[in-house]
């Protein structure tokens, strides 16, 4: 088992910015890539950022490139969604997930979830 705990989410004005980490334990980290995912009012969960298992390969979706960048830490078990230039559409629900294999976009193929953290940019 493998147990993902968000932090740093909170309120911020629009134009501004956020670091949210994950905090792994339970498994191997340096084994599964790791993803990041937000849900917001209404909508359908979303692939945002991805991380192989090294950190050398990144992936992000079309709406955060450029803005947001994600990057890990294996020795302390710990991935990082640094988010800059932040836009009221990127206000939701941001879920950490971890899977093995290489980073994908599909949510169903993540094993491992994070209970969380909000995100509210006000514009």
């Known amino acids: 088992q493998m147990q993902l705990v968000e932090s740093g989410g909170g309120l911020v004005q629009a134009g501004g910015s956020l670091r949210l980490s994950c905090a792994a334990s339970?498994?191997?980290?340096?084994?599964?890539?790791?993803g990041w995912f937000r849900q917001a009012p209404g909508k359908e969960r979303?692939?945002?950022?991805?991380?192989s298992r090294?950190?050398?390969t990144?992936?992000?979706?079309?709406?955060?490139?450029?803005?947001?960048?994600?990057?890990?830490?294996?020795?302390?078990?710990t991935v990082h969604l640094q988010m800059n230039s932040?836009?009221?559409e990127d206000t939701g629900i941001y879920y950490c997930a971890a899977r093995a294999g290489p980073?994908?976009?599909?949510?169903?193929?993540?094993?491992?979830?994070?209970q969380g953290i909000?995100?509210?940019?006000?514009?």
């Open 26 to 34: 339970g498994r191997a980290f340096s084994s599964l890539s790791m």
């Open 46 to 51: 979303e692939f945002v950022a991805g991380s």
């Open 54 to 56: 090294t950190g050398y």
């Open 58 to 77: 990144s992936h992000y979706s079309d709406s955060v490139k450029g803005r947001f960048t994600i990057s890990r830490d294996n020795p302390k078990s």
């Open 86 to 88: 932040l836009k009221a």
């Open 103 to 114: 980073i994908v976009q599909a949510m169903g193929d993540y094993v491992y979830w994070g």
């Open 118 to 123: 909000q995100v509210t940019v006000s514009s």
